[in-house]
C-alpha cells in the first residue's frame, strides 16, 4: 500500500474522533488527562509553520490555566516527536500558559519514542517531551462507570474499529 492510500483509510478515522472530542471535550477531557477541566475550545491554525493542531484547549490543570494539545493519530510516524514540539512552541508563544502535549492513539501502534532530541556532538542542546496514551491499553470496562462518559467508551473500546464507527455513528 501506498502513504498516499494509508493516509486516505486513516482519514475517515481522525476526522470521526476529531468530531467526538469536539463534540464532548468537556466530558472526555478529564478522562484523557485527570485532574483537568475544559475551560474552553482553542483550535487554531498554527500560521507560521503551516501546521494544524488537531484539538487544542484551554483547560484548568492542577490549580492554573494550562494549553492542553491533543494530536490523534491512528498510525506510526517517526516525525512525531518534532511536530509535537513545533506545535508546543507555537502554542506557547501564542498563549504563554503552559502547554501540555499529548498524542492519542485509539489502534494499537508502533509508537516512536515521545522524545524530540536535538544534539551537537556529546552535547545536548534541546530536550522535549510529549504524552502518548494507547487507547488499546485501556480496558473500556474499567473506565465506563455510570459516572463515566459512554464517549470515553467510544475510544477505549477493544472491539476495534468497527465499535468505534458504531459509538462514533460512521
Known sequence: ????????????YDRALKSLMEDHAAEMLPEILPESKLLAEQNVEITRTNLRADLVYLIQYRGG????NLELQTDADSDMAYRMLLYHVELFGKYRLPVISMVMYPFEASIPEPVFREESGQETLLTFHHRVLRLWTIEAEQVCTETRSQYVYAVT????RECFNAVAGN
Request: with cysteine; glycine share 4%; proline share 10%.
Open 1 to 12: 500500500m501506498t502513504d498516499e492510500t494509508n493516509e486516505n483509510q486513516r482519514q475517515p
Open 65 to 68: 490555566p494550562h494549553i492542553l
Open 157 to 160: 473500546c477493544h472491539e476495534g
